[in-house]
């Protein structure tokens, strides 16, 4: 239902304000009009706000119902007036009125009345003069004759249907005998075609609705099972993507059995032993600098034997077998030969050579 004022804008000087608004409302469960929010009923300006310019204006009521045609009408409001049922004063259109109206039967005759009181007697009409007889149509004072014509004629009526007809001089009032008029069944028709093409539309909306449900659920069912059956074929292939083919050329083929595990295990363990210093190479091939940082180097024979050592920790050295030693000290002198003996002593004490010597 929509609320409009038939003028573009009310002035309102006394509240410095003009107003030129327009509201459209809905119906609720319960049948009361209530605005976007859901708040029940409509504030709407009354039409005799003193000041207003306009002075007299009225609100243009349009009312548009699912299933039948919009209708309008005027609705005048009052300051004097806080609430106003819409029941009061909704109109009803009566050239679009889905009733017919039908003369209901005669009622019994009541009782009669008092008799009334007895009139005056009239004049004496002895000395009236006789009044003249005559012809039907004679004049107002010349009586019919008994034996006149007309009294006999049984007056039967020309054709005159077109004068009883729409248009015609003298057209029959079918409201007077309880009929249908012809702008009645207008109305009639009118309504009964809207209500036809209403019940089409719910009808075509309705089936329109069921017929896409079903294709929605065929089109659901049939994409379900397409989807599965491609699932069952894709789990069951040998190689559905060709990487299991691409595979076997770049990695380790599972047909040499399942010891990648154990190989890498023991890559680790050799690495491991090697940074810690406990792994036994069989040859080193050096292309820098070799380092031995705060432990002992040991080169040892094939059985194990130690054959020399190099101790970084200590800052010792030993070879051929010989324990490490510290760096040496020559002591003695030359011209007794004392410098040399502690020379050889010192050379054997590191394994350098082998003291085969005699006094």
Request: aromatic content about 6%; charged content about 20%.
């Amino acid at each position: 239902m929509k609320f409009a004022p038939i003028v573009p804008v009310i002035n309102l000087p006394e509240y410095g304000t003009a107003f030129t608004g327009s509201g459209t409302y809905r119906f609720d469960a319960e049948g009361r009009l209530v605005d976007a929010d859901g708040n029940v009923g409509v504030r709407l300006l009354p039409c005799d706000i003193p000041g207003a310019n306009p002075a007299e204006w009225v609100w243009l009521v349009t009312v548009n119902i699912v299933g039948a045609g919009p209708r309008s009408f005027y609705l005048r409001l009052s300051v004097q007036q806080t609430e106003v049922d819409l029941a009061d004063v909704d109109q009803v259109d009566p050239t679009r009125a889905h009733y017919v109206v039908v003369p209901g039967p005669r009622g019994e005759q009541g009782p009669m009345g008092e008799r009334g009181l007895k009139g005056d007697p009239g004049e004496d009409g002895s000395d009236a003069a006789a009044t003249p007889l005559g012809a039907a149509g004679a004049g107002p004072t010349i009586a019919l004759r008994s034996d006149d014509t007309t009294t006999t004629d049984a007056r039967t009526p020309l054709p005159h249907a077109a004068t009883h007809g729409l248009g015609g001089s003298d057209p029959i009032d079918l409201s007077g005998l309880g009929l249908e008029t012809v702008e009645g069944a207008q109305a009639k028709a009118d309504a009964a075609e809207e209500a036809a093409l209403a019940a089409a539309v719910t009808t075509a909306a309705t089936d329109a609705t069921a017929k896409a449900d079903q294709a929605q659920t065929e089109a659901v069912a049939a994409a379900a099972a397409d989807t599965t059956a491609k699932v069952a074929e894709h789990a069951t292939a040998t190689d559905p993507h060709g990487d299991r083919t691409w595979a076997t050329g770049q990695f380790y083929p599972l047909a040499w059995g399942n010891n990648l595990d154990g190989y890498l295990s023991d890559l680790l363990n050799r690495v491991a032993a090697v940074e810690g210093g406990t792994a036994f190479l069989a040859a080193l091939n050096v292309l820098g600098p070799a380092r031995v940082i705060n432990a002992a180097l040991q080169v040892e024979g094939e059985s194990g034997t130690v054959r020399h050592v190099l101790d970084g920790a200590g800052n010792r050295l030993g070879f051929y077998g010989a324990a490490p030693a510290e760096r040496p000290t020559i002591t003695g002198s030359h011209s007794d030969g004392t410098a040399i003996a502690s020379l050889i002593a010192a050379l054997a004490t590191l394994g350098l050579v082998t003291d085969d010597t005699t006094a």
